[in-house]
T-cell receptor
């Protein structure tokens, strides 16, 4: 299957600072990427849809000024958690859709990033 | 709004037995239904998917069935093995672009 790479896998930051997480599609171009958040023992909650060359579409309840998303190229989307607080500590995971007649809507996930805010 | 319900939340089976997880979705326009397996702290892995133009799909010990009329789909794992133990998520595609997940099922296969 297609490869989606996410970096860093783990990051610890201090309250009030910002942290950036990168999501790359390694062997395909992704016009659309998705960012999810997952708390322990819970499901994946869609935060936003990242669109190459345009603004991200945020889900209801997700603060766009706090979770900045940039999709500057067809292979890279970034999520920046600004002014991080301990309650932002979570597992953040990106995904990308492989488009094409053979793959249709198949979604592949990055490895995920554990964020701990202290 | 978009909603995917998944049952049961936990499932314990004896090694060799079958496991069935069921999901329902709310939007009749949804046309793609993947199933993911997630181990602790790792990314979800696509294990099987089904599109709305078929009613059943099988891949070795794993099968998925889809009932569009009732808007539900199910995952069937036969001859379960300890390595099948994980969290399983169903999902449905909404509006052609948004994947919404069920709450997950913790599957434990006892040897």
């Amino acid at each position: 299957g297609a490869v989606v790479s996410q970096h860093p896998s783990r990051v610890i930051c201090k309250s009030g600072t910002s942290v950036k997480i990168e999501c790359r599609s390694l062997d395909f171009q992704a016009t659309t990427m998705f960012w999810y958040r997952q708390f322990p023992k819970q499901s994946l909650m869609l935060m936003a849809t990242s669109n190459e060359g345009s603004k991200a579409t945020y889900e209801q309840g997700v603060e766009k000024d706090k979770f900045l998303i940039n999709h500057a190229s067809l292979t890279l989307s970034t999520l920046t958690v600004t002014s991080a607080h301990p309650e932002d500590s979570s597992f953040y995971i990106c995904s990308a859709r492989v488009q094409g007649t053979s793959s249709g809507n198949t979604i592949y996930f990055g490895e995920g990033s554990w964020l701990t805010v202290v | 709004g978009e909603n995917v319900e998944q049952h049961p939340s936990t499932l314990s089976v004896q090694e060799g037995d079958s496991a069935v997880i069921k999901c329902t979705y709310s939007d009749s326009a949804s046309n793609y239904f993947p199933w993911y397996k997630q181990e602790l702290g790792k990314r979800p892995q696509l294990i099987i998917d089904i599109r709305s133009n078929v009613g059943e799909k099988k891949d070795q010990r794993i099968a998925v069935t889809l009932n569009k009329t009732a808007k539900h789909f199910s995952l069937h794992i036969t001859e379960t093995q300890p390595e099948d133990s994980a969290v399983y998520f169903c999902a449905a595609f909404y509006y052609g672009n948004k994947l919404v997940f069920g709450a997950g099922t913790i599957l434990r296969v006892k040897s």
